[in-house]
């Protein structure tokens, strides 16, 4: 089974900057395109970011872009998440993922979830 596993999230002022990271277990890491996603309390999962099994092509959601940078070490099946510029409305339990497809408006997430890390962004 495959575990994703996120962490370096915590506790910022607005207009600071967090790097997240997640790991898969997964062996063909290289050949997946990745994305993050985030949920706020009482908000629904929402898209923040995804990149091309290469790492040559990104996209992002609206409310992230130019703010976030979407990276990856396939070397250590690692995905990281470079937020910049945080704001309080990015307060929210961010998870990473495997998506379908960077092209998607809305990318899809296929596998099980893992736990998160929180981000918390204070005025």
């Known amino acids: 089974q495959v575990e994703l596993v996120e962490s370096g999230g915590g506790l910022v002022q607005a207009g600071g900057s967090l790097r997240l990271a997640c790991t898969a277990s997964t062996r063909t890491f290289s050949s997946d395109t990745m994305g993050w996603f985030r949920q706020a309390p009482g908000k629904e999962r929402e898209f923040c970011a995804a990149i091309s099994r290469g790492g040559a092509s990104t996209l992002y959601g609206d409310s992230v872009k130019g703010r976030f940078t979407i990276s990856r070490d396939n070397a250590k099946n690692m995905v990281y998440l470079q937020m910049n510029s945080l704001k309080p409305e990015d307060t929210a339990v961010y998870y990473c993922?495997?998506?379908?497809?960077?092209?998607?408006?809305?990318?899809?997430?296929?596998?099980?979830w893992g736990q998160g890390t929180q981000v918390t962004v204070s005025s």
């Open positions: 993922n495997q998506v379908n497809s960077i092209l998607a408006r809305h990318p899809q997430p296929l596998l099980q």
